[in-house]
């Protein structure tokens, strides 16, 4: 089981990841904290169902990070859509979240956005693909929106 100082370390890998100082104001909203949490759990395994501590499926991992950043959200990826605010991608903040599927009503995959660069947007991520290791990962959102899925937008 993971402890909150490497929770601590992690979030502040993440925000350098992601470009942020942990020190900010950001540091301190619940998409950041969210964030943080998800990319503590770097690694993890991929486990269909799981909702932790160290096995996700992708909507186990969402739920997780938002309950230990302070709130509840459903456990679904369809669920977590219906109840987000929805957005567009320039609204698009890190910590928010990232649907991908066939329509607004076939949400199948969730993630939580990371940021842009390298010319993508970045989520992590419980990867149930074997290319990836099948576990948490931080991957790009493309990567899922090939062929006729999109990624679809929320906030909590």
């Not at 950043?69 to 609204?91: E, H, W």
Request: charged residues 20%.
């Amino acid at each position: 089981m993971k402890t909150r100082a490497g929770v601590a370390v992690a979030g502040t890998l993440a925000a350098v990841i992601v470009g942020t100082s942990a020190g900010t104001a950001e540091a301190s909203t619940l998409q950041s904290r969210a964030l943080s949490w998800a990319s503590a759990q770097k690694n993890d395994r991929y486990q269909y169902g799981a909702a932790g501590p160290s096995r996700f499926d992708c909507s186990g991992l969402t739920s997780y990070s938002y309950k230990k950043a302070g709130k509840s959200i459903p456990r679904t990826a369809q669920g977590q859509y219906n109840k987000a605010k929805k957005l567009n991608r320039k609204s698009l903040r890190r910590g928010d979240l990232v649907f991908i599927g066939t329509s607004s009503k076939r949400i199948y995959h969730v993630g939580v956005f990371a940021g842009y660069w390298s010319g993508k947007d970045w989520m992590w991520n419980a990867n149930t693909g074997s290319y990836r290791g099948r576990k948490v990962v931080l991957a790009p959102t493309n990567e899922y929106t090939k062929g006729s899925p999109r990624a679809y937008y929320g906030r909590f």
